[in-house]
């Protein structure tokens, strides 16, 4: 009895596939057994990340526009700062601005689908570290951190979508590789932030 090919990751749906792009089906699965369905990327999927993009930029966009300008009821970076240095960190006046802007910068990238796998590790820095701060403080503390922290690790490895500005782009092409790098980045900073500059 014959071997049947393995399932490329473009049939498993690890493969964004844009309009122009020719499918490749080849001697694929889909030939040798046409009543079995091939998972391909659908519209269903983009319209859910777009929907998963403006939800976490929307509420990450809010928190840091309080941090940073004092908007929607936030008190800015001084406060923010202040609540830094409460919390045990050194350098707060530059350590709440970085994490200010990260904060923003990132929900308006996700927003737009730009630079995607930035943005969403961004937002993983941020929601990281205030998640370990609030670790003792039971499941109502951070509730809120964890669910946007899973809402980013999703986009970051799902990639935005075909309705974002990233269409196209490498890291659009090739969502896992570069989700992986950042993810491990964020991680990284994550560690440095707990392990340098909190007493």
Known sequence: ????????SFET??????DDEEQPFGNT???EEPSRPVALWHGGADLGLLGLRLMLGGLVGVHGAQRVFGWFGGHGLGDFAKSLQQAGFKYTDILASALGYAELGGAVLLILGLFTPLAAAAVLVVVGNSIILQWNGGLNAYEVAASLAG???????????????DRGLPWYRHAL?????????????????QLLLHN
């Open 151 to 165: 809402a980013a690790f999703a986009v970051q490895f799902c990639g935005p979508g075909r309705i974002s500005l």
């Open 29 to 31: 699965l889909a030939y």
């Open 177 to 193: 590789a570069y989700g992986t790098s950042l993810f491990s980045l964020a991680v990284i900073a994550v560690a440095a932030l």
């Open 13 to 18: 749906g690890l493969h964004h596939l844009d």
């Open 1 to 8: 009895m014959p071997t049947l090919p393995a399932v490329s």
